[in-house]
């Protein structure tokens, strides 16, 4: 029983038994990408690190993922733990990898679809107008 005052929240220590596929933008000021970064090191050391892809979206809030983004990595975890395909994800932890100016973009999809918010969509054109978007 936790005694920190989160009584009810499960410890995140990194011991997974399953697939886990991650998202996560990189501007997300509420949750940094360093936790990202502190669940790789925790399943690592746990002895996981092989159920765990992750992958850094280049987006500026939290949760900021096109529906593309979301049904992507969906699949890739479903067909995962189905065919066992382990799908590809992004190196968290290589400082060098990390600080590259194209990091983020192997699965950042700016293309708005039908269902994507109109907030998702205004983020992600301000993110490209501004010149910190992928290319194209």
């Known amino acids: 029983l936790r005694r920190d005052g989160l009584r009810w929240i499960p410890r995140n220590n990194g011991d997974i038994k399953i697939p886990v596929v991650t998202l996560h933008t990189l501007g997300d000021l509420f949750v940094p990408f360093s936790m990202e970064q502190i669940y790789r090191q925790r399943v690592v050391a746990k002895g996981n690190g092989n159920w765990l892809v992750q992958r850094a979206i280049r987006g500026i809030t939290h949760c900021d993922f096109t529906v593309a983004e ?3 990595a969906f699949d890739a975890m479903i067909k995962w733990e189905r ?27 700016n293309t708005a679809g039908p269902d994507d918010s109109a907030q998702t969509i205004g983020i992600r054109n301000l993110l490209v107008s501004s010149g910190a978007g992928c290319p194209p």
């Open 83 to 109: 065919d066992g395909v382990k799908p590809a994800g992004d190196d968290v932890l290589t400082p060098a990898t990390v600080a590259n100016t194209n990091y983020g973009c192997t699965f950042t999809v």
């Open 70 to 72: 979301q049904v992507a």
